[in-house]
């Protein structure tokens, strides 16, 4: 059976008071206990709200992301074993903004997949295609080739311990949702190449988390699919009510 989740991706959004208060509503708006809850604030909020959370079993806490360095002269970054130690068990690697901004190429993501794992965080790893390549209709050689390069060097107890998010990058932040036969069509591919790489027991537990303007509208019909298994919010995971109705479309 595959967990059901939805993670909040805060983004660099909410000062701490303003975190704890929304982290303070869901945890009493979200009343769907068989839904693992995961909250992604930015790196200073990490221990607060691992401390909020700590009493309930359906709730965690992600960063957004983690260095891909164990340690060093690198001002302003954050290792992998420092978002552990706040107490977060999750972390979000390969995110298209990252890509984007960041410039995190596949050789990165390999390196931040090895040290959260080490550092024993669970990876939510991204992977989406463009506007360009849905276009071209290569989006399913574009997700093959996330998955080969960014992912498929890992061992299977190791692949068997992340989550993937399928988040096409011009649905995020867009207000165009995939509609759920193109989400479905994708996460069914996703589960197939993971199958040849890695078998059925692998693929058949693995949770696939759809991303890109998933809402309180739309999120039951994609829910519904079979090879969803709940979302990556961004936007609608900073109001309580938005967010919790969304834990409930399952
Ligand atoms: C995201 O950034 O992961 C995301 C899915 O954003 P939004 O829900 O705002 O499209």
Redesign the pocket.
């Known amino acids: 059976m595959r967990r059901k989740i939805v993670a909040g ?1 805060w ?1 660099m959004n909410k000062t701490l008071i303003q975190g704890l208060q929304l982290a303070d509503e869901i945890l009493s708006a979200s009343t769907s206990a068989e839904v693992l809850k995961i909250i992604a604030p930015p790196f200073t909020h990490l221990s607060a709200i691992a401390e909020k959370i700590k009493s309930r079993t359906d709730f965690a806490v992600a960063a957004q992301d983690c260095h891909h360095l164990q340690n060093g002269a690198y001002t302003g970054e954050v290792s992998a074993e420092m978002v552990a130690s706040t107490g977060a068990n999750y972390v979000i690697i390969g ?3 990252r890509r984007l901004y960041a410039n995190e190429t596949n050789d990165i993501l390999i390196q931040k997949l090895n040290r959260a794992l080490s550092a024993r965080l669970i990876p939510i790893f ?1 992977i989406g295609e463009s506007i360009d390549e849905r276009n071209a209709k290569t989006h399913l050689e574009a997700i093959r080739a996330q998955l080969k390069d960014g992912l498929f060097h890992l061992s299977s107890p190791d692949f068997g311990k992340t989550i993937i ?1 399928y ?1 096409p990058v011009w ?4 207000g165009v949702t995939a509609t759920s036969y193109q989400a479905q069509g994708v996460h069914d591919f996703i589960r197939t190449e993971i199958n040849k790489k890695y078998g059925k027991e692998i693929s058949d537990n693995i949770s696939i988390l759809y ?5 309180a509208q739309n999120a039951k019909e994609l829910f519904a699919c079979a090879d969803i298994d709940g979302g ?6 900073l109001k309580s009510a938005d967010f919790s109705a969304i834990t409930n479309s399952f």
């Open positions: 991706n983004k995110h298209s903004e991204c998010a988040e649905a995020i932040g867009t991303g890109g303007s998933c809402n990556l919010i961004g936007g609608a995971s």
